[in-house]
């Protein structure tokens, strides 16, 4: 699977601002932001990014998935720390 269409799917899907995935073969990094994430728990965030990846993870095409999540005002104060 390639990190264009990880980002498309949670672009359409979860109406974010921005999605950066990074990564090769079947393991990827996520930072997604958006403010869907506002007033949710972490668990909520991270259960929100894996919802509409599942049938990429079931068929192994996504083995491994690292997932950083962040409000647009979370995202503004803490992409320099980053490296963004």
Do not use: C
């Not at 921005?18 to 930072?31: L, R, T």
């Not at 972490?42 to 068929?59: G, H």
């Not at 998935?65 to 992409?79: C, F, N, V």
Request: net charge negative; no cysteine; charged share 25%.
């Amino acid at each position: 699977m390639e990190t264009n269409e990880i980002k498309q799917v949670l672009m359409e899907k979860l109406s974010l601002d921005e999605a950066i995935v990074k990564g090769e073969g079947n393991h990827f990094q996520v930072i997604a932001v958006g403010a869907i994430f506002e007033n949710m728990s972490r668990v909520k965030q991270q259960q929100a990014v894996y919802a509409p990846l599942m049938e990429y993870i079931a068929d192994n095409r996504i083995h491994a998935l690292s997932i950083k999540t962040y409000t647009p005002t979370e995202w503004e104060r803490d992409r320099k720390l980053n490296g963004f």
